[in-house]
């Protein structure tokens, strides 16, 4: 072990399905740190299935944290997570000077290590009246509405993410200001340093790897974890990727075999985003997901010892 002087974060992002979990339990047992999670979708704990959270024996072999902490019924935004985490993060490092963090939501990741823009409050019954207009006239209004309020955003924004379409518009509607202008404003330092690590692999292994996890995930019992959360399709947390076509099945607008080649073919939609957002980091150093635990502690040792 090396003797740490300086507080280090090391985070590790990707693609879902990459394999981002298993290296994560392995640096945190090599340096006997805890795991932050930041995938914005393991948060809430009647999503088990869908959103891939970790097996029972591999939330044992570390100790992690932001796992199933929050239910669907909570209002919990990218803006609490930051606080959350920080504060995490500093009991963490009164214990050893590294720390692990792993997820692949990428707004979330920048949240901690660089903070947020800033956003003012707006009426809640904005957000209310945006996701009733999501379920009455669909997506594409929305992002209609989000064209002619602020072109930038919309050219930037992941469009397909009702979510995000929805809190831009909200700022956009409640402060009557655009959202991109207040965007990429100076953000905080923080008081530990970072090391960025991302997995990655050809395309093809990468959708082939998401075609497998989602056939895991029906024959895990996705179809009745999602038929439990049905009557709460309106929530913010099951706007997503794994849930909403389920919700389309139930509804009769899908059959069961369509649904599924939904959500592999919107969950490759889903990792390709990750990887445009992520690649634009020139601070994170790449591996092949095949690459070996001790090449990639190498790199770390290396960096660490930089500080």
Not at 99 to 109: K, P, T
Not at 204 to 209: E, F, G, Q, T, V
Request: hydrophobic residues 35%; positive net charge.
């Amino acid at each position: 072990m090396i003797n740490q002087t300086k507080n280090t974060l090391i985070t590790i992002v990707g693609p879902t399905a990459i394999g981002k979990t298993a290296l994560s339990i392995e640096l945190a047992k090599h340096f006997n740190a805890d795991i932050i999670s930041c995938d914005s979708r393991q948060f809430y704990k009647e999503m088990t299935i869908g959103t891939a959270v970790p097996e029972k024996h591999e939330l044992a072999a570390a100790k992690h944290h932001f796992i199933q902490n929050r239910s669907v019924f909570e209002d919990y935004n990218v803006g609490d997570f930051e606080k959350d985490a920080l504060k995490k993060l500093d009991e963490l490092f009164k214990k050893n000077a590294i720390q692990i963090m792993v997820g692949g939501s990428g707004l979330y990741v920048d949240a901690v290590l660089k903070g947020l823009d800033y956003f003012p409050k707006v009426d809640k019954t904005i957000r209310e009246k945006l996701n009733k207009t999501l379920e009455e006239k669909g997506l594409t209004h929305l992002q209609d509405q989000l064209k002619a309020l602020d072109i930038e955003t919309y050219n930037n924004i992941a469009k397909d993410n009702p979510q995000r379409v929805i809190r831009a518009l909200e700022i956009c509607i409640g402060t009557e200001t655009p959202y991109s202008t207040y965007k990429n404003k100076p953000k905080t330092k923080r008081n530990f340093n970072s090391i960025k690590i991302g997995l990655t692999a050809d395309r093809d292994i990468i959708y082939n790897r998401i075609n497998q996890r989602v056939d895991l995930m029906m024959a895990n019992g996705l179809l009745d974890e999602a038929k439990s959360l049905y009557e709460f399709k309106h929530l913010n947390a099951l706007q997503t990727v794994g849930y909403r076509e389920l919700f389309s099945f139930f509804n009769g607008e899908f059959d069961k075999d369509f649904a599924i080649s939904e959500i592999k073919k919107n969950t490759r939609r889903f990792a390709k985003r990750q990887l445009t957002w992520f690649r634009k980091d020139d601070a994170i150093i790449w591996f092949d997901f095949k690459t070996s635990k001790n090449e990639i502690l190498k790199e770390l040792n290396n960096k660490i010892n930089l500080f």
